[in-house]
């Protein structure tokens, strides 16, 4: 059994609350491609859990499978979270994100488009992030929201975390396809006042006001 200890942990340097990491890009590209195939067999197994109707027995007997599996991969573990890494050429991964994580089967993921005027994101929600029947729970909505617009503020070259976050659901967002917006409205020093809202075939669903800011001392890039 291959362990990840050493290429994801042992060289990886602290700098800023993320780290660098020397693992080489074709190496994280192939790396993240696998976990991805994984996460999307955890979420369609969320799915299917919540939404089977086969007998007890049969679900108690899935569940000890599944145990058996769970220990497979508890064999090697990084000790706490995935963390941000990067490395030298500035490829980023953040794979236990709850909204983007390619390992993480609880995100849908969102797949963040960056634009000049923005970012956009199109997503489709499944039984797993109902909340009233039928709709996108609204924490749901909002943690959503509060990534593609915390990237926006970021734009690939500064971080800038959640200060203020204003949510006005106009409407109930249904389960199905869904399109994300965000775009940075204007910049006053360290904060970036965004914008953003996730509509369905029918229109604005809800709409987001929030305030980004880039936390002291933390560096900015050029744009790439
Ligand atoms: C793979 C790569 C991915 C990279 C891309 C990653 C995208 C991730 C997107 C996800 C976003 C998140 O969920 S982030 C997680 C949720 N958010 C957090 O946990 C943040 C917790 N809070 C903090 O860390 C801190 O309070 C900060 C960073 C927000 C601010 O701290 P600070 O830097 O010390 O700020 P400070 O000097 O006091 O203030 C600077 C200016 O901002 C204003 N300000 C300060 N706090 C706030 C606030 N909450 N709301 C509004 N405005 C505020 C001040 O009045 C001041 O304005 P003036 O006097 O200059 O006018």
């Known amino acids: 059994m291959t362990s990840r200890r050493s290429s994801l942990d042992a060289s990886a340097a602290h700098a800023g609350g993320f780290f660098l990491d020397d693992t080489p890009t074709e190496e994280v590209d192939r790396r993240e491609a696998v976990l991805e195939s994984l996460a999307g067999t955890v979420r369609d197994l969320v799915d299917a859990a919540i939404r089977t109707t086969v007998e007890d027995e049969e679900v108690l007997r899935v569940r000890d499978d599944l145990a058996a599996l769970v220990a497979r991969l508890r064999a090697s573990q990084l000790p706490g979270p995935a963390g941000v890494r990067f490395n030298a050429d500035r490829r980023s991964w953040n794979w236990g994100n709850a909204v983007v994580g390619a390992a993480n089967g609880i995100a849908p993921p969102l797949r963040v488009v960056h634009g000049p005027d ?107």
């Open 118 to 224: 923005g970012c956009h994101a199109d997503v489709r929600l499944g039984a797993a992030y109902e909340g009233p029947p039928g709709l996108v729970h609204g924490g749901v909505s909002a943690m959503l929201l509060d990534h593609i617009m915390g990237e926006t503020a970021s734009g690939r070259r500064r971080t800038a975390f959640t200060g203020t976050l204003t949510m006005r659901y106009r409407r109930g967002t249904p389960l199905g396809p869904l399109r994300l917006e965000a775009r940075v409205v204007r910049e006053e020093g360290r904060k970036i006042f965004v914008d953003g809202s996730i509509s369905d075939a029918g229109g604005v669903t809800v709409e987001a006001e929030g305030i980004f800011i880039q936390p002291a001392g933390t560096p900015e890039f050029p744009r790439t």
